[in-house]
């Protein structure tokens, strides 16, 4: 068996138009799942697909809010009617707002919750019935850092990043009768446009996180292809619940 195949299986990326979530879909697609770019941002996604077309594999761009529940539905309901079924679920779409704790409207908590963790249970729900049909399914949730540790600016995303990982605990307990496998990944610090505003407005982060950092850089999307391969394909099938850095050794450092 070759556990790196994904050849006619689907994949949902959430944010799979820049960043990180990209950087997953060329790895799913490099091993030859049809992928699905799902955010909202129509030039981006139109860019991703023809770049991921580029490589030889099939891509859709589908618009989504992943705010909105009626919006997760319709794109699962468009990769059924598109692509025949859904394999593979990436929860990656995400938000950060970088305030003392304090300094948070109640409105800009709601909107990273939702953006962050609300939309990957609406998503996996939405999916849900498609794997059991199928008989299988992986579930990549994206956490961070903040998955386990704090920082003084960054509370909302923390909670959702926590979140992230107790979901997806249960989400693995719930499902595995299913066949269904549900992996968080906890990304270190990746240089992408969520990033970019930190690394300017955080004196000193940029020099903070090499120094951290055993692998002596930071992260680039194409570091998530890999993890993304072995959570999605065979390889993982009694690897369920958990929650894997991949962040250069950062949160193993003393
Ligand atoms: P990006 O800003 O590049 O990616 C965020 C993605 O989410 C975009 O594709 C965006 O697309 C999509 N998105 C945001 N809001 C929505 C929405 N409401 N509906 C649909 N799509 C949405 O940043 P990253 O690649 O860095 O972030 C990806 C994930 O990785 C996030 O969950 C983030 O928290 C996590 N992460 C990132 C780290 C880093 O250092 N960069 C570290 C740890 C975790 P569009 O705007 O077109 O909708």
Redesign the pocket.
């Known amino acids: 068996m070759d556990l790196c195949d994904l050849s006619g299986k689907v994949a949902v990326v ?10 997953m879909a060329r790895g799913l697609a490099e091993a030859g799942a049809a992928v699905v770019v ?5 030039d ?2 139109a860019e991703a697909v023809a770049e991921l077309e580029g490589r030889g594999a099939r891509a859709l761009a589908v618009e ?4 909105s529940e009626a ?1 997760c539905r319709a794109l699962v309901q468009t990769t059924l009617a598109e692509l025949g079924r859904l394999d593979i679920l990436v ?6 707002l970088r305030k003392q704790p304090q300094e948070y409207a109640l409105a800009e908590w709601h909107r990273i919750l ?3 963790l609300t ?1 990957a249970f609406m998503c996996c729900q939405a999916a849900y019935p498609a794997m059991v049909k199928a008989g299988a399914g992986k579930i990549i949730n ?5 998955s386990i540790f704090g920082a003084s600016f960054t509370a909302p ?1 923390a909670a ?2 926590g979140g992230m990982v107790q979901l997806t605990r249960a989400l693995a307990c719930a499902w595995a009768k299913d066949n269904i496998q549900v992996n968080a990944v ?10 970019v505003q930190g690394r300017r407005d955080i004196p000193g982060l940029e020099e903070r996180v090499v120094a951290r950092t055993p692998a002596g850089r ?2 680039h ?1 194409d570091d998530f292809a890999g993890i993304a391969v072995f959570l999605a394909g065979p390889g993982s099938d009694f690897v369920t619940g958990t929650a894997i850095p991949v962040d250069g050794g950062y949160s193993v450092q003393g």
């Open positions: 959430t944010g799979g138009n820049g960043g990180i979530g990209l950087g799902a955010a909202r941002n129509r981006k996604s989504v809010e992943v705010t919006s929860n990656n779409a995400g938000t950060n939702e953006t962050n939309s994206i956490g961070s850092m903040m995303y959702t990043k906890l990304p270190g610090w990746i240089d992408t446009a969520l990033t930071w992260g999307p």
